[in-house]
């Protein structure tokens, strides 16, 4: 089955340091890979996506993405955190079945970002 | 409207009685999405519409469970009987195409459901 492991359910980072929340996927053939984000009592964001091309893949908020593919990992990052960051990290994959297609999504990583 | 609008947005219910949730989703969007976020865990799929046929269902938890969508727009998530282990946040969302092209998402807010 296609799917995302994040592997770590809270990340805690210093505002000012880089941060970096793990995402590894597990799919046949070329991986579609996102980023979302969740604000409190708020509905998923669009961050960044990798579908293909340069490994590197850079999104809102000063926040980028390495797609590693020898190592199965896309994992998201960002050279300076800010308190404003903090918030629920969701890693996904594009899943085809027959005609449709779906994004299945990890659990989730809650970045904790303090002063 | 300008992005996706759920209702109701907090629900309240006792085991037992049957709920509608709705979405309306952003204009011009053929593609429609259900999930569920229950605490503590991911966003699990619940059913993907294309216009208005559901060509996967195949995340529907039960035969309680059943969703429609009417002239491409608007859908309704229905639960029956409703059980505790309902009680989640059901997250409606939408795209364009479909998930051919970006594979981007619009969310709505979500709707609270709690099962008394």
């Known amino acids: 089955a296609q799917s995302v492991a994040q592997p770590e359910d809270q990340v805690n980072v210093a505002e000012g340091n880089p941060l970096t929340v793990k995402c590894t996927y597990s799919v046949s053939g070329n991986p579609y890979l996102f980023w979302y984000v969740q604000y409190p009592n708020r509905g998923l964001q669009f961050l960044l996506k990798y579908i293909t091309g340069d490994n590197l893949v850079k999104g809102s908020y000063g926040f980028e993405a390495e797609f590693n593919k020898s190592q199965t990992s896309f994992h998201l990052k960002k050279p300076s955190a800010l308190v404003s960051d903090s918030a629920l990290y969701f890693c996904?994959?594009?899943?085809?079945?027959?005609?449709?297609?779906?994004?299945?999504f990890g659990t989730g990583t809650r970045l904790q970002v303090t002063l | 409207g300008a992005g996706v609008s759920q209702s109701p947005s907090n629900k309240v219910t006792e085991k037992g009685k049957d709920v509608e949730l709705r979405c309306d989703p952003i204009s011009g969007h053929t593609a429609l999405y259900w999930y569920r976020q229950s605490l503590g865990q991911g966003l699990e799929f619940l059913i993907y519409?294309?216009?208005?046929?559901?060509?996967?269902k195949s995340g529907l938890p039960s035969d309680r469970f059943s969703a429609e969508r009417t002239g491409g727009s608007v859908s309704t998530l229905t639960i029956q009987r409703t059980q505790q282990e309902d009680s989640a946040v059901y997250l409606c969302a939408s795209s364009l195409f479909g998930l051919g092209n970006t594979g981007e998402l619009f969310f709505g807010e979500g709707s609270r459901l709690t099962v008394l």
């Open positions: 519409f294309q216009g208005n046929s559901a060509p996967d």
């Open positions: 996904a994959v594009r899943v085809h079945t027959g005609t449709a297609s779906k994004l299945t």
